[in-house]
């Protein structure tokens, strides 16, 4: 089983920057593609940002040119930095990763979220 622990979250001012990660811990053979989601009150989860084992990156819309993902397969860890943080990027960040098992199957692994509010 894969665990996926994420971290960095918090208050941050309209303009400023925070960095979240995503620790992947358990038992498994090898992480594949991993990714960012995140969901806004009364919205429904949208992916902000995607990498694959090979660090190629796919971005939304809204975030291209602002958030940066990027990954460290040898600790198991992705993050995600943002800056120019808006108002509208408020939401619970929620971490994703499929990993394959010893048992050559694919799993989709979620993480518990982590909370970015952007105020003054």
């Known amino acids: 089983q894969v665990q996926l622990v994420e971290s960095g979250g918090g208050l941050v001012q309209p303009g400023g920057s925070l960095r979240l990660s995503c620790a992947a811990s358990?038992?498994?053979?090898?992480?594949?593609?991993m990714g960012w989601y995140r969901q806004a009150p009364g919205k429904e989860r949208e992916l902000v940002a995607s990498?694959?084992?090979?660090?190629?990156?796919n971005y939304a819309d809204s975030v291209k040119g602002r958030f940066t993902i990027s990954r460290d397969n040898a600790v198991n860890t992705v993050y995600l930095q943002m800056n120019s943080l808006k108002p509208e990027d408020t939401a619970v960040y929620y971490c994703?990763?499929?990993?394959?098992?010893?048992?050559?199957?694919?799993?989709?692994?979620w993480g518990q979220g982590t909370l970015v509010t952007v105020s003054s």
């Open positions: 994703n990763a499929e990993s394959t098992g010893f048992d050559i199957r694919l799993r989709q692994v």
């Open positions: 358990g038992s498994f053979f090898r992480l594949n593609a």
């Open positions: 990498i694959t084992r090979s660090s190629d990156t």
